[in-house]
């Protein structure tokens, strides 16, 4: 089975946990979008619907639903997006789409976040994908500096400019241990709008499709 064919099985299994009157938060990248074409399927379950970039609020749109501020809608009862990469904690590498910003503040908000991947997100330890790190612009050079003191090669990625008017720097060579530990660390870092780490916000359920079927980890906390 193709990795697209993997992501549409995971987006459409994360309609079965869409439940009645659900203030609904939604990612970004292409299995969202996959999941944003197949949501009218669950329109009359869904009270409010809330999006993370104006990719995917595009999209919503064009599929008929109405999108609310996140701060008429207070908290969200779900969360739902991809994930670059996901380790058995249900930490997570997010942000390949740059969307990393509004994702964590949606996360944040939200009583569940589900991730939806194909198998290729799985991974041991968090760190081979690139970690993307939104800054302000001024800060580029001397964030650069402090990623490289944790032994990471920051990249600055070429003709992008994130929905909030910042950059987006993709640090290269880090092998995250302590994800939690990290997140707090780049956090830290002044002129450091988000980072891609969620760790404090991770997942608490995961559906990744394979060859098999989809699936489910999911976790108590
Ligand atoms: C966007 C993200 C996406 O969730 C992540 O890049 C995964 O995307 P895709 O579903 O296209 O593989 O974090 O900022």
Same mark, same amino acid.
């Given at each position: 089975? %193709?990795?697209?064919? *993997?992501?549409?099985?995971?987006?459409?299994?994360?309609?079965?946990? #869409?439940?009645?009157?659900?203030?609904?938060?939604?990612?970004?990248?292409?299995?969202? $979008? #996959?999941?944003?074409?197949?949501?009218?399927?669950?329109?009359?379950?869904?009270?409010?619907?809330?999006?993370?970039?104006?990719?995917?609020?595009?999209? !919503?749109?064009?599929?008929?639903?109405?999108?609310?501020? !996140?701060? %008429?809608?207070?908290?969200?009862?779900?969360?739902?997006?991809?994930? %670059?990469?996901?380790? *058995? $904690? !249900?930490?997570?590498?997010?942000?390949?789409?740059?969307?990393?910003?509004?994702? *964590? #503040?949606?996360?944040?908000?939200?009583? *569940?976040?589900?991730?939806?991947?194909?198998?290729?997100?799985?991974?041991?330890?968090?760190?081979?994908?690139?970690?993307?790190?939104?800054?302000?612009?001024?800060?580029?050079?001397?964030?650069?500096?402090?990623?490289?003191?944790?032994?990471?090669?920051?990249?600055?990625?070429?003709?992008?400019?994130?929905?909030?008017?910042?950059?987006?720097? $993709?640090?290269?060579?880090?092998?995250?241990?302590?994800?939690?530990?990290?997140?707090? %660390?780049?956090?830290?870092?002044?002129?450091?709008?988000?980072?891609?780490?969620?760790?404090?916000?991770?997942?608490?359920?995961? !559906?990744?499709?394979?060859?098999?079927?989809?699936?489910?980890?999911?976790?108590?906390?």
């Amino acid at each position: 089975m %193709d990795q697209n064919t *993997k992501k549409q099985k995971a987006a459409e299994a994360v309609l079965d946990y #869409i439940t009645n009157g659900e203030s609904l938060g939604i990612g970004s990248g292409s299995t969202v $979008d #996959i999941l944003i074409e197949n949501l009218s399927k669950v329109r009359n379950k869904i009270h409010k619907v809330v999006s993370s970039s104006i990719k995917s609020t595009k999209l !919503l749109e064009a599929n008929g639903f109405e999108v609310s501020e !996140l701060r %008429d809608v207070g908290k969200l009862t779900k969360y739902i997006d991809g994930a %670059d990469e996901v380790n *058995k $904690d !249900l930490q997570m590498i997010k942000g390949g789409g740059g969307a990393l910003t509004r994702e *964590k #503040i949606l996360a944040h908000a939200s009583e *569940k976040f589900i991730c939806i991947v194909d198998d290729s997100k799985k991974v041991d330890i968090l760190g081979t994908f690139p970690l993307p790190i939104e800054v302000i612009p001024m800060s580029r050079s001397s964030v650069s500096l402090e990623l490289i003191k944790h032994g990471g090669r920051p990249v600055l990625r070429e003709n992008f400019i994130s929905d909030n008017s910042n950059l987006i720097l $993709d640090i290269h060579n880090l092998q995250i241990m302590e994800p939690i530990k990290l997140e707090r %660390d780049i956090n830290n870092i002044p002129g450091v709008v988000t980072n891609g780490i969620f760790a404090l916000d991770h997942a608490h359920i995961l !559906l990744s499709a394979n060859d098999d079927g989809v699936e489910v980890s999911e976790l108590n906390a």
